[in-house]
């Protein structure tokens, strides 16, 4: 596969200086050229009444089938509350070594544990979280070095504690 960039697919409202700070850093990781857009879907099909939620299950496969290449890396970012049938809730998931995946800054936010708003934070969340679930597509695995980016989040405090950078072992295992 020849890949020639990745592709930020934004769905519903998010701040432009938001995708644009986080643009630098995903292609440092990836070392390949970042594009952002908008992107529209019909989320009434995803949300499931009884959870009050998303199925990230169904958001990623219809994200794959509708909006990913063979030639990128396709992220799709979201504003909704994600799960997946065997979890309360995610932030995001992937296809491992796929061509897509998806990301949602809904509980990214201090606001939704009743903590004082810090876009600072959130920006920090979010950049952790967009390179994570890519790191996903492009074949990574959880890593259980404590500041790499790949590993496992379960809570926000667990994405707090690690930092935005593949660890050099994860970088090495990077499949183009």
Do not use: W
Not at 24 to 49: A, C, I, K, M, W
Not at 84 to 113: C, D, H, K, M, V
Not at 148 to 159: P, Q
């Amino acid at each position: 596969m020849n890949l020639d960039s990745i592709i930020l697919i934004s769905f519903g409202h998010f701040e432009k200086d938001l995708l644009e700070m986080i643009v630098q850093d995903v292609e440092y990781e990836f070392l390949l050229p970042v594009r952002t857009r908008e992107g529209h879907l019909d989320l009434s099909e995803f949300y499931n009444s009884g959870r009050r939620q998303y199925n990230g299950f169904n958001l990623l496969k219809e994200v794959d089938l509708k909006f990913a290449s063979n030639d990128t890396k396709t992220l799709a970012l979201f504003d909704v509350d994600l799960f997946i049938p065997i979890l309360t809730y995610i932030f995001g998931q992937a296809y491992l070594n796929g061509r897509a995946g998806i990301a949602s800054i809904f509980r990214l936010r201090n606001e939704s544990y009743g903590m004082k708003r810090d876009d600072k934070v959130l920006v920090d969340r979010f950049r952790k979280e967009v390179i994570h679930e890519l790191g996903h597509a492009f074949g990574l695995i959880h890593c259980y070095d404590q500041t790499c980016v790949m590993r496992s989040s379960t809570y926000v405090e667990d994405i707090d504690q690690k930092n935005h950078h593949l660890c050099n072992k994860c970088s090495a295992q990077i499949l183009f």
